[in-house]
């Protein structure tokens, strides 16, 4: 088992910035790759980006390319979404996800995921 937390959420204006904190506890994560979504109300959750545990590869949606940022501190056992130029439609719950293999953008792939986390962008 996997238990994820995330943080770091709360109320923005538009064009501000958050960093969002996914910290991980269970297993130990080499072989896993650590997603985050996002869930806006009335829409479906959708991908925003990923990466590898131990190859740091990164994936992202075309539409947070150049804004967005995922990283991970390995001795903290967090992984990072630095959020840039933050939109207003990007208001949703953020959710952090983990699964086994490399880096994917299907939620039904992700085996494990946190409680989510609430980012809200004022216009």
């Known amino acids: 088992q996997v238990q994820l937390v995330e943080s770091g959420g709360g109320l923005v204006q538009a064009g501000g910035s958050l960093r969002l904190s996914c910290a991980a506890s269970?297993?130990?994560?080499?072989?896993?790759?650590m997603g985050w979504f996002r869930q806006a109300p009335g829409k479906e959750r959708a991908f925003v980006a990923a990466i590898g545990w131990s190859s740091g590869r990164t994936y992202y949606a075309d539409f947070v390319k150049g804004r967005f940022t995922i990283s991970r501190d390995n001795a903290k056992n967090t992984v990072y979404l630095q959020m840039n130029s933050l939109k207003a439609e990007e208001t949703a719950v953020y959710y952090c996800?983990?699964?086994?293999?490399?880096?994917?953008?299907?939620?039904?792939?992700?085996?494990?995921w946190g409680q989510g986390t609430q980012v809200t962008v004022s216009s």
């Open positions: 269970g297993r130990t994560l080499s072989s896993y790759t």
């Open positions: 996800a983990a699964r086994v293999g490399p880096p994917v953008s299907t939620q039904m792939d992700y085996n494990y």
